[in-house]
Structure formats: structure tokens, C-alpha cells
């Protein structure tokens, strides 16, 4: 399935076709998911049905204490009331001896199949290519490990159980009524055809409204996320009053869908009570006609009202089950979108090895464009060699990101080949592709955590001393060990901790620990300061030195290190050549070059 096929979970118009393919890749989910537990699930059905045989074992039980049981004690033959009332504290001994190990078994089928869930989602998200990321925003994917994992846990918990607990009971109550009053399971027999279409009037409405919850849910949750991930933006920009207005309306519409959800079950909940009132006045009344004629017997009437009353008593639970099995069921839709979104950009079948790499990079009649109307970069050819430091100038949109991101394999070209020594990067070892080529952005992300574990990123198992020589090397040591703790000082959520800058030179200094053979730095500079760029224009001629590098700046005076510059516009390279000889030309970069010189006078 292609992004825009999960970005269409969201959507509440399916076709029938789309609906079918949706139950059915749901239903492989979570088959895959229960196959592990079938043992455990055996034994907990098994439970279920046990407990449920004794509990409608009851009724009968009563019966035969009234109607055998005290005609006996009036002739001072205690064993028949005494072996009711036995038989009758044993089930329930036994029924809730049953109940204790359902819900323990059932617990850890939900535990296991939801750590089994959550792991899924967690790896295969990481494995998606940048496309998914760019296109399913945090949000959703935040949606995907809350909300819904809460629906299905829900389910899981107590909502199966319920159900299956509930059924069989029912079964077992029908069979006991017909075994001991076949007139009176009639009556039952009757009661089941308005309570089907009630049901069945329930079942229809009210699984829209459900998917319309749980779409109306992850709006609420995406809403959120977004505004407190942005709050910077949020409060610079002073959108308070607007975001609350756009969360309120969305609040007011997750409402009005939960209101009309509840607003079934005062239908439907009145309605079973009311079939199961008049099936219950139905029964003693022709019941007792045949206790006055002699042909059923008292006790025999008391179970067969117990029978019909309690057969109804699960229904509730059955309609607490079904909206819990409507949320859960809308949840597993979006998870299993998620997990059957293959990767845009997927690892070889028969990888190649790198061990070694020199970092030469080739583009062989290389075109990409996200769709066929739309070309980022037109075909064209161009090489690299190793060793080889590469500047990318051009306009905003001209394509150099996409250029690096092809490079860095984010992307896979639309048709043609690019090599890294001679070796087709879609051919390449993961592991080898991404120990050759390290690509540091102008985010500069750091996780949470201490700064040499930021620094030790692209390698996990380094000493003390390649972090803090790697941190030496692009400038960063000295305000490292300015900080409270030094090395071992916490960056906090996203590097909150340390400025805009010095985030940058931590994640300089990360990438020179790797010691990639391709570096690609985009718009890597643009956080610093004159006075710090200067700093790491020292660092940054120790971190390009051996190995090929592409830097994607705006600011010239980082170009002034490259040995070669490309000018790109509209995805096309319009200029190739050293810096000395494109700004001594008339062209592009020529042009670029006075204008920023005259910004410094």
C-alpha cells in the first residue's frame, strides 16, 4: 500500500470493495497476532465454557431443591435438600474458581498480543521510508501508539472474554430452559426474533459512528501534538486564540458523534429490556395456567422464569462489547494500514558488501519526480570522486536537498542508476550504505540524553576519548565542558538544553565520529553565528578532509572550502566548476557571489 492508501484510513466513504480489503487485512492481523497464544487460548475458552455450564446449572439445581428437595423434607428425608444446596454451593465454587483462571489466561493473551502489537508498529515505522515520514505526520503515528492501542487493549481486556463468556451462557441457559420446559423455551424462541432486529438495527448505525469517533479522536490527538511540538511557533506568532477555536470545534465534533453513539444505546438498551420484561411476564403466565392444571410443576416454573430473565442479563454486556468492538475494530483498520505500507525506498534481496568504501559517486541517466506530472530533477549524469568536497548553490527549490537525499538513498531515483564505487546504492548492505554516507541537516536533532551519547550516535561502542577527540576536532569541546556536567550533561527533550548552534556542533562532531566516506552537510551552518562559523570552518576542514563531501549552504562563505561548486535551478546543474573560476565568469553563481560580498560591506 502506498502512503496516500494509509492516508485514506482517515477517510469514512469506502467503497464496498475498499471495506472488504480492510476487514480482511485487519483479520490477518490479528490472526497473526493470536497464533502465538492458541494454547492459552484453548484454555481460556475452555474456562469460559466450563464456568458458564455451571453457572446455568443454577436454575435447575433450585428446581429440583423446591420441587423434590422439600416434599422430602416433610417426610424427614434430608439428602435430596441437602444435595441441592451442595450441588449448588459446588458450581458456584467451581464457576468462580473458573472465572479466576479465565481472567488471569486472558490477561496475558491481551499482554502478550499487545506487546507483540506495539513492537510491530514501533519497527516497522522506523523501517518506512522518508516519504511515509514526510507524509503521515506525528500526530497520526502518535495516534496509532495511543489511542487505538488503547481501544484494542479494552477489547482485549475484558471485551472477548465478556462476549464469549456472554454467549455461551446464553446457549447454556436456552438449552437448560428447553431440557427442563420446552413450552417455555418457545417463548424464548419467540422473543429472539424482535431482539435480533433490535440488535441488528444497532449493529448497522452504529459502526459509521464508530469509525467516525476514532477518526474524530486522532484528529483531537494530531491537533495537539502538533501544537505542542510547534509551541514556539505557536506563541511568536501569537495563534493561541485561533488553535483553541480550531481544537474546540474539533472537540465539539467528538462530541456530537460520542452523543450520537449514546444516544443509539438509549435505544437499544431499553429495547432488550423491554423484550426480555414481557418474555419474563410471558413465561409466568403460561406457566402458571400449567402449575394450576398440575403439568409443571412450581419449582420447574421458578427455574424457567430464572432461565428466561437471565438469558436476557448478558445482552448488556454484549452491547457494551459491540462499542468497544467498534472502536477496536476501527483501530486495527489504521494499524494494519500502517504495517502494510511497504518501504518506498526497500533493502536489497541479495545486498552487496562494502567493507571499505572511497566514496566515489556516480549518477548514471538519473531522474526523479514524485509523481509523473511532477519532475524534481530532470534526467542528467554527473560524477564525484572520492576524496572530492562539493558545494550545492541554487535557489530555494531548486532541487539540492532532493539531490543529497538521492545520494544519502532517503529517495531511490524515478529511472537510472547512482553508484558508490561502482557499486548501485539500491544493491548496496544497509548497514554498509549507512556507515559510508552520514547526512547532517539543519535540524541537528538531538535525543534525550547525555551529549557523549549524542556524540556516539553513528558509533555506539566508542571510548571517552574518540568522543571527546571527535568533539575537539569541529570545535565543540570547549562549551561541552562548559556545561554543568560536561560530557555527561543531559541535552533534554530535542537538545532543549544547549542553543541552536551548539546542537549544530554537536551533531558535527557525531558525524566526524562516524567517519563517513561520503559526507553530506545541508544547510548545516545556517544555526551558527558569524563568530562560530568562523570556529567551525576550522573543524569543518578536519571533518571534509579524505573524504568526499557535499555541502548545500546558502551562506558563501562555507562554498569557499569546496573544491568544486554545482549551480542548480529547477533541478537542473546550470554551472560545474571550482569557486575561483564561477566567480570569475558572468554566471549564476558569479552573480550570487557579489551580492553576498556586498551584504557584508
Known amino acids: 500500500m502506498s502512503v496516500s492508501g494509509v492516508q485514506g484510513e482517515e477517510r469514512l466513504d469506502y467503497t464496498r470493495a475498499e471495506s472488504r480489503e480492510i476487514r480482511r487485512r485487519s483479520v490477518r492481523l490479528l490472526g497473526s497476532l493470536l497464533r502465538p497464544q492458541r494454547s492459552r487460548l484453548w484454555l481460556t475458552a475452555l474456562a469460559v465454557v466450563l464456568s458458564s455450564a455451571a453457572q446455568a446449572a443454577g436454575p435447575a439445581i433450585i428446581a429440583y431443591g423446591i420441587d423434590s428437595g422439600i416434599p422430602a423434607l416433610v417426610e424427614q428425608d434430608w439428602f435430596p435438600a441437602g444435595l441441592a444446596v451442595l450441588a449448588y454451593l459446588a458450581t458456584g465454587v467451581v464457576g468462580a474458581f473458573l472465572i479466576a483462571v479465565y481472567i488471569r489466561l486472558s490477561a496475558r493473551v491481551s499482554q502478550a498480543v499487545l506487546i507483540d502489537l506495539r513492537t510491530r508498529v514501533f519497527l516497522h515505522t522506523q523501517r518506512l521510508s522518508l516519504e511515509f515520514h514526510e507524509s503521515y505526520t506525528s500526530g497520526r503515528i502518535i495516534s496509532r501508539q495511543t489511542s487505538d492501542l488503547d481501544a484494542i487493549r479494552e477489547l482485549l481486556d475484558e471485551g472477548l472474554v465478556v462476549l464469549v463468556r456472554s454467549f455461551t451462557y446464553m446457549a447454556f441457559t436456552a438449552l437448560a430452559l428447553v431440557l427442563l420446559d420446552p413450552t417455555s423455551g418457545l417463548v424464548l424462541l419467540g422473543a429472539l426474533i424482535p431482539m435480533t432486529l433490535v440488535t441488528r438495527w444497532f449493529q448497522v448505525r452504529s459502526q459509521a459512528l464508530f469509525r467516525r469517533s476514532r477518526v474524530a479522536s486522532a484528529s483531537l490527538i494530531v491537533k495537539f501534538v502538533e501544537t505542542m511540538t510547534g509551541i514556539r511557533a505557536v506563541q511568536a506568532f501569537r495563534t493561541e486564540r485561533r488553535n483553541a477555536d480550531e481544537f474546540g470545534d474539533l472537540v465539539e465534533d467528538y ?260 567517519n563517513p566516506a561520503v559526507l553530506i552537510l545541508d544547510e548545516a551552518t545556517s544555526s551558527l553565528d558569524i563568530p562560530s562559523e568562523r570556529l567551525v570552518q576550522e573543524g569543518l576542514q578536519s571533518l571534509l578532509a579524505d573524504r568526499t563531501a557535499i555541502i548545500i549552504a546558502h551562506r558563501l562563505s562555507t562554498v569557499a572550502i569546496a573544491d568544486r561548486v554545482l549551480v542548480m535551478e529547477h533541478g537542473r546543474i546550470v554551472e560545474d566548476g571550482s569557486p575561483a573560476d564561477l566567480i570569475g565568469g558572468e554566471g549564476r553563481f558569479a552573480a550570487l557571489h557579489a551580492a553576498w560580498r556586498d551584504s557584508l560591506v
Open 255 to 514: 462530541r456530537d458523534v460520542n452523543a450520537k453513539v449514546l444516544g443509539l444505546f438509549t435505544v437499544f438498551n431499553p429495547a432488550l429490556a423491554f423484550i426480555g420484561a414481557v418474555s419474563v411476564a410471558a413465561t409466568i403466565v403460561l406457566g402458571g395456567f400449567r402449575v394450576v392444571e398440575g403439568s409443571l410443576a412450581i419449582g420447574a416454573l421458578l427455574a424457567a422464569v430464572l432461565y428466561v430473565k437471565r438469558f436476557f442479563d448478558p445482552m448488556e454486556d454484549v452491547a457494551v462489547f459491540y462499542n468497544g468492538y467498534q472502536s477496536a475494530s476501527s483501530a486495527l483498520e489504521k494499524i494494519s494500514g500502517v504495517l502494510e505500507e511497504e518501504p518506498s525506498v526497500p533493502d536489497p534481496a541479495h545486498p552487496v558488501d562494502l567493507w571499505n568504501a572511497n566514496g566515489h559517486v556516480r549518477f548514471e541517466n538519473v531522474e526523479f519526480a514524485y509523481t509523473r506530472d511532477r519532475v524534481i530533477l530532470p534526467r542528467f549524469d554527473l560524477d564525484l570522486p572520492a576524496g572530492q568536497t562539493i558545494a550545492l548553490v541554487g535557489s530555494t527549490g531548486a532541487g539540492k536537498t532532493t539531490l543529497a537525499k538521492l545520494i544519502a538513498r532517503f529517495y531511490d531515483p524515478s529511472d537510472g542508476v547512482i553508484e558508490l564505487d561502482g557499486i548501485d546504492l539500491r544493491s548496496l548492505h544497509p548497514k554498509d550504505l549507512r556507515r559510508a554516507i552520514v547526512m547532517v541537516t539543519q535540524e541537528a536533532y538531538l535525543f534525550s540524553g547525555s551529549v557523549a551519547d549524542n556524540i556516539a550516535l553513528g558509533k555506539p561502542d566508542a571510548t571517552f576519548g574518540e568522543i571527546v577527540s571527535a568533539a575537539r576536532a569541529v570545535g565543540a569541546h570547549e562549551f561541552i565542558e562548559g556545561l554543568p556536567n560536561g560530557y555527561d550533561t543531559d541535552v533534554n527533550k530535542r537538545g532543549g538544553r544547549v542553543s541552536a548552534g551548539q546542537r549544530q556542533l554537536i551533531s558535527f562532531a557525531r558525524a566526524f565520529l562516524a
